[in-house]
């Protein structure tokens, strides 16, 4: 890789769709169909089979979807993409393909919020256990981890608590127990992150953030890097005799995938497609608009921590540096002196936007402790950690002095 990464918009992406178009179409065309017909039962037999790589049916495969997959897989370098409607589904659609009943996460109790509820409630009731300790503590991964758990997971910079893990020890211990190593990667595009550098075996992406190219649509992305030796997972064990570091994929495509039927439509892989032909210059830009905000809200008497990890002051810069190349995320938090100031500089913003969201083109403001994490009771507000004081900022590609100048009129 360069320092400039590799450009969504080469040859080898070009070469990476499976087919060319009939009618030689420069972008890949949406089909928007559920079912594809076949001239003869014989190649039917075979579509059904997975023996011609034809299409049957759009909830199992789709070429628009497909021309997106092929794509990232380019980009990325992993070894099999699978596109999916959300984040979450992403996410959910992991751990129906590797956990089961008795199984446990050992994962930081700092997620993204859903993410938290998912683990904490959705997957507790089908019986996984999810253990939250700090990952920043390699010895008290260790102590977690026996031979139930499924996976070490990890976001590979806390939202919105900011915190950058060490990837690579991570990976050690999880390898060394035989359990793989997952990590929510949507803060940093594989454009500039290069997970298999640091022992992760399968990626997990909201498309909605960066890839999109700004909030157009809901999407996510599981990069399989076929890293993990998948014969010491006691759910994957006999289908990794038969398929080797195939197993998850297999799995995934074989059952979980075509079962959850949480696909991607054809019109949002066109609209993600598009999204990721930018993506590396948007992310480069709104890296560099944050990291001056940052450094902008630092000198404001009226605002207290500032919490970015391209600040070289930042607990995380050194270690962020090393996995994030000096790119990480355009997401920032910040804490004023209470709730209800956080609230005033909320209602009083005329550029940054009012939403939740991480990455649009456009800068949006949010108090997460009252909205993402709103409904949460006392009791586990507690876990999660959020205080009420802060704001979480995600930075677009506005001019910076003009955010600069909303922020001050905000504040004062
Ligand atoms: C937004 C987000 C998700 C969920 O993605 P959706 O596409 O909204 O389902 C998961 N993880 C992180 C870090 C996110 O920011």
Same mark, same amino acid.
């Given at each position: 890789?360069?320092?400039?990464?590799?450009?969504?918009?080469?040859?080898?992406?070009?070469?990476?769709?499976?087919?060319?178009?009939?009618?030689?179409?420069? %972008?890949?065309?949406?089909?928007?169909?559920?079912?594809?017909?076949?001239?003869?039962?014989?190649?039917?037999?075979?579509?059904?089979?997975? !023996?011609?790589?034809?299409?049957?049916?759009?909830?199992?495969?789709?070429?628009?979807?497909?021309?997106?997959?092929?794509?990232?897989?380019?980009?990325?370098?992993?070894?099999?993409?699978?596109?999916?409607?959300? *984040?979450?589904?992403?996410?959910?659609?992991?751990?129906?393909?590797? =956990?089961?009943?008795? %199984?446990?996460?050992?994962?930081?109790?700092?997620?993204?919020?859903?993410?938290?509820?998912?683990?904490?409630?959705?997957?507790?009731?089908?019986?996984?256990?999810?253990?939250?300790?700090?990952?920043?503590?390699?010895?008290? +991964?260790?102590?977690?981890?026996?031979?139930?758990?499924?996976?070490?997971?990890?976001?590979?910079?806390?939202?919105?608590?900011?915190?950058?893990?060490?990837?690579?020890?991570?990976?050690?211990?999880?390898?060394?127990?035989?359990?793989?190593?997952?990590?929510?990667?949507?803060?940093?595009?594989?454009?500039?992150?290069?997970?298999?550098?640091?022992? +992760?075996?399968?990626?997990?992406?909201?498309?909605?953030?960066?890839?999109?190219? *700004?909030?157009?649509?809901?999407?996510?992305?599981?990069?399989?890097?076929?890293? $993990?030796?998948?014969?010491?997972? !006691?759910?994957?064990?006999?289908?990794?005799?038969?398929?080797?570091?195939?197993?998850?994929?297999?799995?995934?495509?074989?059952?979980?995938?075509?079962?959850?039927?949480?696909?991607? %439509?054809?019109?949002?892989?066109?609209?993600?497609?598009?999204?990721?032909?930018?993506?590396? &210059?948007?992310?480069?830009?709104?890296?560099?608009?944050?990291?001056?905000?940052?450094?902008?809200?630092?000198?404001?008497?009226?605002?207290?921590?500032?919490?970015?990890?391209?600040?070289?002051?930042?607990?995380?810069?050194?270690?962020?540096?090393?996995?994030?190349?000096?790119?990480?995320?355009?997401?920032?938090?910040?804490?004023?002196?209470?709730? =209800?100031?956080? $609230?005033?500089?909320?209602?009083?913003?005329?550029?940054?936007?009012?939403?939740?969201? &991480?990455?649009?083109?456009?800068?949006?403001?949010?108090?997460?402790?009252?909205?993402?994490?709103?409904?949460?009771?006392?009791?586990? !507000?507690?876990?999660?950690?959020?205080?009420?004081?802060?704001?979480? &900022?995600?930075?677009?590609?506005?001019? +910076?002095?003009?955010?600069?100048?909303?922020?001050?009129?905000?504040?004062?």
């Amino acid at each position: 890789m360069t320092d400039k990464g590799i450009s969504p918009i080469t040859d080898i992406l070009a070469k990476s769709f499976p087919q060319k178009d009939v009618h030689g179409a420069i %972008s890949m065309p949406v089909y928007i169909t559920a079912a594809f017909e076949f001239e003869t039962a014989e190649e039917m037999e075979d579509a059904f089979l997975g !023996k011609n790589g034809k299409h049957t049916y759009t909830r199992i495969s789709n070429p628009t979807v497909e021309a997106f997959e092929a794509r990232v897989q380019a980009v990325s370098g992993a070894k099999h993409v699978m596109a999916v409607a959300s *984040g979450m589904a992403a996410i959910s659609e992991v751990f129906a393909t590797i =956990a089961y009943a008795g %199984s446990n996460i050992v994962t930081s109790p700092h997620l993204f919020g859903n993410t938290f509820s998912l683990f904490f409630f959705t997957l507790k009731e089908f019986g996984v256990e999810v253990r939250f300790c700090n990952l920043l503590d390699i010895n008290e +991964v260790k102590k977690q981890i026996d031979e139930n758990t499924c996976a070490v997971f990890t976001e590979i910079i806390t939202n919105p608590h900011m915190e950058v893990a060490d990837l690579a020890a991570l990976a050690e211990v999880a390898h060394q127990k035989g359990v793989p190593l997952i990590a929510d990667s949507t803060i940093v595009p594989w454009t500039t992150f290069k997970a298999p550098d640091f022992g +992760v075996d399968i990626e997990i992406v909201s498309g909605t953030k960066y890839i999109s190219g *700004g909030a157009t649509s809901i999407g996510g992305l599981i990069l399989d890097y076929q890293t $993990f030796d998948w014969t010491q997972s !006691k759910k994957l064990k006999s289908l990794a005799e038969k398929t080797g570091k195939r197993a998850f994929q297999v799995k995934f495509r074989g059952e979980i995938g075509r079962n959850m039927g949480a696909i991607m %439509s054809p019109q949002t892989a066109f609209l993600q497609n598009l999204g990721l032909e930018t993506v590396d &210059l948007r992310f480069r830009e709104v890296c560099r608009n944050c990291l001056e905000l940052a450094l902008f809200l630092q000198t404001l008497p009226k605002v207290k921590n500032v919490n970015y990890n391209g600040l070289p002051s930042d607990p995380f810069y050194e270690i962020s540096k090393k996995q994030f190349g000096g790119y990480p995320g355009a997401m920032l938090t910040f804490c004023l002196e209470d709730r =209800a100031a956080c $609230f005033a500089f909320i209602n009083r913003v005329k550029i940054i936007r009012r939403a939740t969201n &991480l990455f649009d083109n456009k800068s949006l403001i949010i108090h997460p402790e009252s909205t993402i994490y709103g409904t949460l009771t006392p009791e586990y !507000k507690k876990i999660v950690d959020v205080p009420d004081n802060m704001l979480r &900022l995600s930075v677009g590609l506005e001019n +910076v002095d003009d955010l600069k100048a909303d922020i001050l009129q905000a504040l004062n």
